[in-house]
């Protein structure tokens, strides 16, 4: 069951989100357990792969250019320094790294080669690899997914009827677009959203049908709660309240039964109790490591405590999904040949003989 057959209209969303506390826990922990091992969550970590600088207006968010934050733009991680925090990542328990660009959209270029070889170089440490780099094309979808990536995150973040008051640089449908994007190439879905940004309920809701609308609705759902930060629009946005957080959670696992319900961002300002009923309806998964992509998240020690006291497993790696095998890029092999023609070329130079005009290197 991908989607619960038993909500379809508007109405029926708001009615299970706003039934009685306890009742829509209990409904969604019901579920849970038929689905899922409920002692398991999931601990992934994220890098900032390329930091700031974004030319997008996203409302909420610290890296857009145009806003005046703490954040510094910073250009893109070396493949060595991402392969160090990844391996510190899964000492720490993590399966999953979610590596992430403050792009508006994937080009292709020399920074986008590097990436393939960080998700080759992270696959190969068995972890699963998700990126969100922005907006995509099917032909880079499938570099990805060759490449070995085992996810692409790509939030709706709100309604279509809300998206506009948070973001005026790209459409709704541009978002649609490159998730059928990463679905056609056989990449698993990850896309949720974010609450506590002046939406109504009606807009959680509206988002949560959007991805009902979907031929196959994502594999993964992540629920943020707004960090606020400041120098962005939204920095006097109040802090949700813990119960608006644990009713989007059981909603959206009423409705996606088969889908990984992730508790993500706004994790600092919860307890210990909240997050311990967050886990109760249905969320199986935690960003785990002392930061998001810029804003601070639990350490991996106050983690370890949580799991312990609440008797949490870690998750393996690939429970939800074959691991990809990460094959060589067309692109990034087709370069090397060719440098090393040109370094073959400039060697017979050196050595004062006759330059050959071409050389095939096999
Ligand atoms: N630039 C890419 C994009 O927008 O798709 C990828 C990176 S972007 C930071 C990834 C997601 O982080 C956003 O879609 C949004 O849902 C979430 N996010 C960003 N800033 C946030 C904030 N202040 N609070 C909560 N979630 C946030
Ligand atoms: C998602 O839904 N939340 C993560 C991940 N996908 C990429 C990002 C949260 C970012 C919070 C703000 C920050 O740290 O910059
Ligand atoms: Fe850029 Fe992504 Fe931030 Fe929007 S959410 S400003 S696209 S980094």
Known sequence: MKINPNYKTKQELIDLYNQPLLELVFQAATIHRQYHNPREVQMSSLISIKTGGCPEDCGYCPQAARYHTDVDAHKLMTVEDVVEQAKNAKANGSSRLCMGAAWREVRDNRDFDTVIEMVQAVNNMDMEVCCTLGMMNEDQAVRLKNAGLFAYNHNLDTSPEYYGDVISTREY???????????????????????????????????????????????????????????????????????????????????????????????????????????????SSVFAGDKLLTTPNPEFNEDKEMFNILGLIPKEPFADGEKPVSQPDQIIEEKKRKEAEKELRREEARKGGFTPRKVTVS
């Open 173 to 283: 449908e541009d978002r649609l677009k490159t998730i059928d994007n990463a679905r056609k190439a056989g990449i698993s879905v990850c896309s949720g959203g974010i609450i506590g940004m002046g939406e109504a309920v009606e807009d959680r809701i509206g988002m949560l049908m959007s991805y009902m609308n979907m031929e196959t609705p994502p594999e993964s759902i992540p629920i943020n709660a707004l960090v606020a930060v400041e120098g962005t629009p939204m920095e006097q946005q109040k802090p949700i309240e813990q119960w608006e957080l644990i009713r989007m959670i059981a909603t959206t696992r009423i409705l996606f039964p088969q889908s990984i319900v992730r508790l993500s961002a706004g994790r600092t300002k919860l307890s210990m109790e909240a997050q311990a009923m967050c886990f109760m309806a249905g969320a």
